[in-house]
């Protein structure tokens, strides 16, 4: 199955709102359809740890070599540093939004003058940790930050899962919100 | 009736109508005493039934959806170990991290259950140790 969504603009910002079921392989689809179209892609994982991302990307025939990654989890859970990977930068707690929010600005920066889209894994996930007036306020940072740089973005997210308030709040910051499961699916051969 | 009896039941009505305008104004002050008390506890109930809505769906969103995250992480890593398609690491970590957010998951109850007990005073100490501890 690929992405169904197929006029994503170059610098938009998109909610991408998917069952719960299936946001493990709404990333890889995304990812695999950003790389197809020449975007260097910077992910922030709140739920799935660097080495498992790593993993599944490289059995769906994702190269990691255009793939950053913000990893919130994986020290967190370990409760001790791994050990250092190029490409990723491990934050010390998915509630530490400052610290988040210097690992993506210095990923970010460290991307300018490429063609570039942000990938949230996702807004739920961060739920857990943070409040849902402290994660909007994060959001409308990161989006900030987005647009400054003329990067797109993708925020993956339940679509059950958030209040209605919150997402009304949400959909201010974004271009246009996705709803996976109301797009025709198209199998791919 | 002459002169002087006219006066003073003139001075009678006049001391009735006084009396009378006193007790109005002490009842006008009474009303608008109890009217001012029932608008603050309309605000104070307006107040908290916004805090019960807002705890409501703070506590829908920090429980019950990511309650959701970890029975599908959970399946997933499941489905993995069915399919041998995970090293052990990788399912230690993943199990690792379920852990992590059933603990953030268990402080966020308690941090919502501190926020109604705050706001509430008829509960007994026992029960904001139940809830809080």
Known sequence: MEFPITDIKDDEIYLIMALASDIRNENIELIKMLLARDYYVLVITTNQPYD??????EKRGIAMEKVFIVDTITKYALGHDH?????CRFVNNPADMTSIGIAVTESLSGLKGKKVSLLFDSVNSMLIYISSQNITKFIHFITNRLRLLNFSGMFLAVEKGLDPDVLTQLTTFVDEVVDIDK?????SG | MDTGAIAETVRDLESLVASLTELIEVQEKVVSEQSERLKQNEEALRESNDRFLAFIKEAAMRLKNPLEVVEENLAIVVNDIEHSDSEPKNVSLQ???????????????IELNQAIVDHSGELSEASKRFLTG
């Open chain 1, 52 to 57: 498992v991302l790593k993993k599944n990307y």
């Open chain 1, 83 to 87: 050990e250092p990977v190029k490409n």
């Open chain 1, 183 to 187: 797009i025709p699916q198209k199998e």
């Open chain 2, 95 to 109: 199990l690792r991290i379920q852990i992590k957010n059933l603990e953030q998951i268990r402080k966020n109850i």
